[in-house]
């Protein structure tokens, strides 16, 4: 018998099936539950066990891990009768790993602990391929025992694991990360355009740019979609989109200024509004090329 804690995993999409499946390698016990019955079927196939609800999989799980799409999801399966609140145990941790405001973790935290339930906010960053090869970032608010708790657990799922400051910092990072990344796509994105119409060999162009200061875990992982014309995500626009109004709200309630990413935040929401919300963020290739009159 594994003296590891019991796991409940809710949200097995893009991120969540394959991190759950990193637990289950590293010797968990895994329940899952999520909307779609082929996840379920591909946790059970992994060694995990589905659960038919919430409420089955919290009930008897020492740590339950969030991984829903934005704040809305996050406070349904929380707050809802049959959510995780209402059927956890007291003493349970509940690590909330999605990108949503800082706000709804802070509430998330004060709420759960009238139930004595401990929270942790652990976005992450890394996409899909950092998900798969456990080497994620995990930026994480909240207690520093909580934290310890979790550390393990953490191990298993990333390579840079940081506590950052009390509830809701881990999600104020996040917001950090996700504006320094869309900035760094709409520059590749224009030096592909810029690279292409001046004739000169894209793939020697970006290799050898990934080698200097103009290099980027954003160039490296995204070189072969802009190469391909490859926008199967990844990453989905509808939540870059998301996290963008995550940012610019934050920082203009603590009087930051982001020119550049007020921007890129509305070429973000014009690739969303012309259809291609679901592709990958670097989609954002397409709207430089629309402005640029190149048929895409
Ligand atoms: P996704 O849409 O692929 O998966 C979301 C999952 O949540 C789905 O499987 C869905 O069934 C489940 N879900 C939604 N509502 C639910 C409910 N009420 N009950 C149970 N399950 C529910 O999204 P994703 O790409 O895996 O992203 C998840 C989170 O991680 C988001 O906050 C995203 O911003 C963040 N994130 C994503 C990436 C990425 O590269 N995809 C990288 C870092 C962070």
């Not at 707050?79 to 909330?96: K, T, V």
């Not at 391929?129 to 456990?134: D, F, P, T």
Request: net charge negative.
């Amino acid at each position: 018998m594994s003296n590891l804690p019991t796991i409940a995993w809710i949200g097995l999409g893009i991120m969540g099936s394959p991190m759950s499946e990193n637990l289950i390698k590293a010797g968990y016990s895994v329940t899952g539950f999520t909307l779609e019955r082929d996840k379920l079927d591909r946790l059970a196939a992994a060694g995990g066990t589905a659960a038919g609800s919430i409420a089955e999989a919290v009930r008897d799980a020492d740590v339950i891990v969030t991984m829903v799409p934005a704040s809305p999801q996050v406070e349904a399966i929380a707050y809802g009768e049959n959510g995780i609140l209402a059927h956890a145990r007291s003493g349970a941790l509940l690590i909330d790993m999605s990108s949503i405001t800082p706000q709804t973790s802070v509430d998330l935290a004060k709420n759960a602990a009238e139930k004595g339930i401990r929270v942790l906010d652990a976005p992450v960053s890394g996409g899909e391929a950092g998900a798969v090869e456990a080497v994620l970032s995990i930026m994480v608010g909240g207690e520093q025992a909580d934290f310890d708790e979790a550390k393990p657990l953490l191990d298993a799922l990333g390579k840079t694991i940081v506590l950052c400051g009390p509830h809701g910092s881990g999600q104020t990072v996040k917001a950090a990360n996700q504006l320094i990344v869309a900035v760094n796509i709409q520059a590749c994105a224009e030096a592909v355009v810029f690279l292409e119409k001046s004739g000169v060999d894209l793939a020697a162009a970006l290799d050898v740019l990934n080698g200097g200061l103009a290099g980027s875990t954003v160039l490296t992982r995204k070189k072969d979609n802009f190469l391909n014309r490859d926008f199967k995500p990844g990453f989905r626009i509808d939540l870059h989109h998301k996290d963008m109004g995550i940012v610019t709200d934050a920082a203009r309630d603590v009087g930051a200024a982001l020119p550049v990413g007020a921007i890129v935040a509305q070429l973000v929401a014009s690739l969303r509004a012309q259809g291609d919300g679901g592709l990958d963020h670097s989609a954002l290739l397409r709207s430089v090329e629309r402005l640029s009159g190149t048929e895409v």
